[in-house]
């Protein structure tokens, strides 16, 4: 299966997941916990790299980490601002 990417990068999630994990205070690991909890297998180096660009996110996976952050998945695609 080839994956693409966009302007150089896997997903548009990974700087928002990375703001939001860092306003919550969680740690990678902390955050691969939460995800594990909610039926998305996934480890800290995956968290790593979709922060960084470098990891594709499945839909179903963008999903959870919009319920574990408290935000929307419009705000984790960049396409709102958050408001608190």
């Not at 990678?28 to 996934?42: F, K, S, T, W, Y």
């Not at 470098?54 to 408290?70: C, N």
């Amino acid at each position: 299966m080839k994956i693409y990417d966009y302007a150089g990068e896997e997903n548009l999630c990974g700087d928002r997941i990375y703001q939001r994990r860092s306003a919550l205070r969680l740690s990678q690991a902390d955050l691969a916990a939460r995800m594990q909890v909610n039926g998305v297998l996934i480890e800290r180096e995956a968290i790593s790299k979709i922060e960084t660009g470098d990891r594709f996110v499945a839909d179903y996976a963008l999903m959870v980490f919009a319920k574990v952050l408290g935000v929307s998945i419009q705000w984790l695609l960049g396409q709102e601002e958050k408001t608190e």
